[in-house]
């Protein structure tokens, strides 16, 4: 059976530099396909990097596709934002050949199963995580047996949406084949696109080292699950390891949504990488939650080549934690950011603004926690309502989105409608504001110059700068410090030239 496995990679951003990563769900997939069927499963993994507005550019990439590799079978994953390009390879696969069996899977499929099947071309979505579904209704097909009412899916019968019973979760991750890095283009990203911490590509590797998270943050995606599963410490390593022998990877971005649940085991695998002997530099670009840091942690993972960490902080109203369900403790997560900056390591900040009911008062709270602490970068997010969110049913409640059609396109930096006690108007001028009086400063700036070049490149850093200088819409005779103006002024010519467009990614 020949399987083609599509990542629908789509952004908004690419005007300035568009960002894209190799689909580590997809090699997960195609790693457990081959050790199940062997070479009864001819698996080929394929990346659509899209760009807005260009469904013929994208339907005849994806007819070349497939008329190179006549597929038995097609899976595809999405993020929310790609849903057009989605349907329009769903489309395309289906008027190519009826008889493909189309199946979907990731962020967007499992959230809103009707939406993704409401098309027609899809045959079936994928809920939740997919080996064991994926293997089990790969056998079904090899012998010719009916597979609707297999475990964690969802399909349309009679025009409903039927779904099956859960899926138990794969309690034991060791269990798991690494991903299958034969089957992408380590080069193909490279020099092209930002990784998830905004370097420019270079050949890396993602490591998901657990899945699921206990937390019950409102605006989280629900695909792994609320039950933690970890990785052995020492399989971890075999995997690092893996690549760096093979491959010769030296970065390793990890990518789990809570890598320090269990700080001792976070621990433990600073200290193999340590004697491993290996010259590696990690990064956590989403994995860390900052109230469950001690400085013991940050000194470990500083040993072990940590060299760039995200904190997600989303707001410092402690009303507003409580209603997103996040339930951060303020106090700790601020000193977990001193920690992290003076071992030396780049911080950036994720703050999101729009919150249900949120007042303006309480985003000047998140603004001025922002600029109080010491991150390096900090990214002001604007809240988007997904579908199949909490956050989402919480906006429903207030009188938002009771009409079918809800935009989730917009990305999370293009300022949208919502249940916030403010009006579109004011939502833009804090994003502004925001950026302005957090990034402009003399502390700051000494900060960045001092900490940026120990792991981003200089044309990195000129990114770096950039970003603020535009999606501030601010002009240097607005900046006070003469020793700030001197420094971004270069950027603000440049700015000036080529990018007076709307909105700008931070």
């Known amino acids: 059976m020949r399987i083609l496995l599509i990542d629908i990679l789509r952004t908004s951003l690419e005007e300035v530099w568009p960002s894209a990563e190799h689909s580590l769900g997809l090699m997960y997939l195609a790693a457990s396909l081959k050790r199940e069927f062997g070479r009864s499963a001819d698996v080929k993994i394929w990346s659509l990097v899209s760009k807005p507005r260009q469904p013929d550019h994208d339907t005849r990439i994806i007819l070349e596709q497939l008329e190179e590799f006549q597929p038995d079978l097609v899976g595809m994953r999405s993020l929310s934002i790609g849903k057009d390009v989605f349907h329009v390879a769903a489309r395309t696969v289906k008027h190519w050949n009826p008889h493909c069996l189309l199946l979907a899977g990731g962020p967007y499929p499992t959230d809103d199963p009707p939406d993704a099947l409401g098309s027609g071309h899809v045959d079936c979505v994928v809920l939740g995580e997919g080996e064991v579904t994926l293997n089990t209704l790969v056998a079904r097909l090899m012998k010719r047996e009916r597979w609707e009412d297999l475990p964690g899916i969802a399909h349309r019968k009679n025009g409903r949406v039927l779904r099956t019973v859960p899926r138990p979760a794969i309690a034991d991750l060791d269990s798991l084949p690494l991903p299958d890095y034969s089957l992408i283009d380590l080069e193909r990203f490279s020099n092209q696109f930002l990784t998830f911490t905004s370097k420019i590509s270079r050949p890396h590797g993602n490591i998901m080292t657990t899945r699921g998270c206990p937390y019950r943050c409102a605006y989280c995606h629900n695909i792994l699950g609320k039950t933690f599963r970890a990785r052995s410490p020492e399989n971890v390593l075999a995997e690092m390891r893996f690549l760096y022998d093979t491959y010769g990877l030296t970065d390793f971005q990890i990518i789990d949504d809570i890598f320090n649940l269990d700080m001792n085991r976070a621990k433990t695998i600073c200290d193999l990488i340590v004697r491993s002997g290996m010259n590696v530099t990690l990064s956590f670009p989403n994995a860390i ?18 060299k760039f960490i995200s904190y997600a902080v989303e707001t410092a109203s402690p009303r507003l934690q409580k209603l997103i369900q996040k339930n951060l403790n303020l106090d700790k997560m601020f000193k977990a950011i001193d920690w992290t900056t003076k071992a ?163």
């Open 289 to 306: 939650r900052g109230d469950r840091v001690d400085e013991e942690l940050i000194e470990k993972m500083a040993a072990a080549g940590t």
């Open 344 to 506: 030396g390591i780049v911080t950036r900040g994720f703050f999101m603004i729009g919150f249900p009911t949120e007042t303006e008062a309480e985003v000047i709270q998140t603004i001025d926690y922002a600029k109080a602490s010491s991150l390096c970068g900090a990214t002001f997010f604007t809240v988007v309502y997904f579908p199949g969110t909490e956050l989402y049913r919480i906006a429903q409640s207030l009188g938002y989105f009771q009409k079918p059609g809800y935009d989730v396109q917009r990305d999370y930096v293009n300022v949208g409608d919502g249940p916030y006690a403010f009006d579109l108007a004011t939502l833009t001028a804090l994003k502004k504001k925001a950026v302005r009086e957090f990034a402009f400063t003399r502390e700051r700036i000494d900060r960045v110059l001092s900490l940026l070049p120990g792991y981003f490149t200089q044309r990195e850093i000129d990114g770096f700068f950039m970003a603020y200088v535009v999606s501030s819409r601010a002009s240097l005779e607005e900046i006070q410090d003469e020793n700030v103006r001197r420094v971004v002024r270069r950027y603000f010519v440049v700015a000036e030239k080529f990018s007076k467009k709307s909105e700008f990614y931070v």
